[in-house]
């Protein structure tokens, strides 16, 4: 079994190097040369933990390959994916042309039955358009070759997207005839034979929805539970217990209702602004997601709004120190990360800061060349008026505190993910603040 990848960031690299590692042979293509370079020679341009060593392995057994010319992406190929990112165009819709165009090339070079599979994340009616301009460049060659279209929306989480991927909740094909549904089922029966139903079989307009609503539920979630933790501070309840009394109710559920210092990612903030202008085209108004977005968009300020009252406003030539930059932990992704907005207020504020993360520091210095960058943890403390915690890394779970307590200037603590004892803390001789308690 053959299968192309075209696009080879988070979602095409970790697919194709799963797919690879199922004993399928897997082309991924890139139109960043300089990405595909560095990943013929073993560099790895995103950091998830395994995929290093699984692509390595893949890539010395011969089955997996990478290449940026596109002939060689769509030659003898069962499958060809679509895994590129999508950007928005000026009016805020996404533009399609990438997506089209790839799937203009795929109609152009099939020599026999193959199957063009979306997986970027796609406005509602995209894989009906692929359709149609594959169809076109088919007939325009004269050539008797069939083709069909599948939507197969990705669910990974950065950080988790080996495991996501070999063992899902559920696997959401949307397909529009029984010959696609077939060559969908073979392709997954490799991950799938313990838990076949966990196939959902669906047309693709409604496999594009479900991607759509799935991150919109989530982020829905969060901010929600900002909201609430922003009212437990005010009228003197307790965040933490709140969550635990609503998420063991088995209605609700205990995930994404962790109250923190905002969302940040490629995926929540671009799905939500997709879905309002899905909505919005359709003369339709998304009024929760407007508020999801917009509560997010507060929550991202919180750390700083928390630090510039407990200074009076005043935060000029004040040392602040951030543990954590990535979006999440286990990934250096950094995109619409709440340390953005922090660093960016701070900066404003005239503060000197220094930072500590395990993997995005290299972010971090393509943002802000300037940025001091700790030699560890500790480093990033030395001097400081207030450390503000923004990712949950493992590492910043229980640290020295009388080590930090000796190395800052004054021993203030801003947790913005909750993750510390109060009572802890204090007795190290700090005050902390965290949100929502
Ligand atoms: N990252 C996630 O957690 C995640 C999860 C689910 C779905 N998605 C969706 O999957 C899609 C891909 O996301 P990602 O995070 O992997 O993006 P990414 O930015 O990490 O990678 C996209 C890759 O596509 C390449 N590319 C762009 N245009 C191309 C073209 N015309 N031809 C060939 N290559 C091209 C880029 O060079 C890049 O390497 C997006 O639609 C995203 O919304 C992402």
Redesign the pocket.
Request: proline share 7%.
């Given at each position: 079994m053959n299968i192309s990848i075209?696009?080879?960031?988070?979602?095409?690299?970790?697919t194709g190097t799963c797919f690879a590692e199922l004993g399928v042979n897997v082309t991924c293509?890139?139109?960043?040369n300089q990405?595909i370079n560095r990943l013929i020679y073993g560099a790895i341009?995103?950091y998830e933990p395994g995929l290093e060593n699984m692509v390595t392995r893949n890539v010395n057994d011969g089955r997996l390959r990478f290449v940026s010319d596109?002939n060689k992406?769509f030659d003898n190929m069962d499958y060809v994916f679509?895994?590129?990112?999508?950007m928005l165009d000026a009016d805020g819709s996404t533009d399609l042309t990438?997506?089209l165009?790839?799937a203009r090339l795929f109609g152009q070079r099939i020599d026999r039955y193959s199957v063009f599979v979306l997986?970027?994340?796609?406005p509602v009616g995209t894989a009906q358009k692929v359709k149609e301009v594959i169809a076109c460049e088919i007939a325009e060659r004269g050539v008797d070759v069939t083709f069909d279209i599948a939507s197969n929306?990705?669910?990974?989480?950065?950080g988790n997207?080996i495991k996501d991927f070999m063992k899902p909740d559920r696997v959401i094909v949307g397909v529009e005839t029984e010959s696609a549904r077939e060559a969908m089922a073979r392709l997954y029966r490799t991950i799938l034979h313990h838990i076949y139903n966990h196939v959902i079989y669906t047309d693709t307009r409604t496999a594009e929805m479900i991607?759509y609503a799935a991150?919109s539920m989530l982020a829905t979630r969060v901010s929600f539970m900002n909201e609430i933790a922003n009212l437990c501070e005010i009228v003197g309840a307790d965040v933490n217990t709140v969550r635990h009394g609503v998420g063991t109710d088995s209605r609700i559920g205990p995930k994404y209702i962790f109250p923190g210092c905002g969302y940040g990612?490629?995926?929540f903030p671009?799905?939500i602004k997709d879905l309002i202008k899905i909505a919005e085209s359709n003369n339709f108004n998304m009024e929760v997601l407007k508020a999801v977005d917009s509560v997010n968009n507060r929550q991202k300020r919180i750390l700083f709004e928390k630090l510039s009252s407990h200074y009076g406003g005043d935060l000029k030539d004040k040392t602040v120190a951030l543990w954590g930059l990535s979006f999440k932990p286990e990934t250096d992704?950094m995109s619409e990360a709440p340390s953005i907005v922090t660093i960016d207020l701070l900066m404003e504020a005239g503060c000197q800061i220094r930072v500590y993360d395990p993997v995005a520091m290299n972010a971090a210095k393509q943002r802000w060349a300037d940025l001091y960058c700790g030699i560890d943890m500790y480093d990033a403390v030395k001097g400081a008026d207030a450390l503000l915690l923004l990712t949950e890394w493992r590492q910043f779970r229980i640290p020295a505190w009388d080590r930090i307590h000796q190395l800052m200037r004054t021993p203030l603590i801003i947790d913005g993910r909750n993750i510390y004892d109060r009572t802890e803390v204090e007795s190290h001789g700090f005050e902390y603040r965290c949100i929502g308690r």
């Open positions: 075209v696009g080879t960031g988070y979602v095409g690299l970790v293509v890139d139109t960043d990405k341009p995103i596109f992406g679509c895994a590129i990112d999508t990438p997506v165009n790839i997986k970027s994340t796609v929306p990705d669910f990974l989480t950065e997207a991607k991150t990612g490629t995926l671009q799905d992704d």
